[in-house]
């Protein structure tokens, strides 16, 4: 095992596959993980919870769209918001 380690710089696309993958799928996390070959399944979960986090805050100072009963990010513009947050980010 190497131990060395790296940062991998995640682009919009990969963001935006995650998103849609770990959604389509349901959280099947072995369908995720097959589509991203080159990160680990921690990884890959982390960066998932990293994107619902920032989510999170960005709704907490807006009023919610959404019922108590559904998901955060089950609402249509969920993925702009999040490549949003992404981009100012890496400014």
Do not use: C, G
């Not at 935006?16 to 890959?44: D, G």
């Not at 019922?67 to 490549?83: F, M, R, V």
């Amino acid at each position: 095992m190497n131990s060395k380690r790296s940062y991998h710089k995640w682009t919009e696309q990969e963001t935006m596959q995650l998103y849609k993958i770990v959604q389509s799928s349901n959280r099947n996390w072995r369908a995720v993980e097959k589509a991203f070959p080159q990160f680990s399944l921690l990884q890959l979960q982390n960066k998932y919870t990293m994107i619902e986090k920032q989510y999170r805050l960005k709704q907490a100072h807006r009023t919610p769209a959404y019922s108590q009963n559904q998901s955060l990010l089950e609402n249509d513009d969920t993925l702009q918001i999040l490549l949003n947050l992404i981009s100012k980010q890496s400014e």
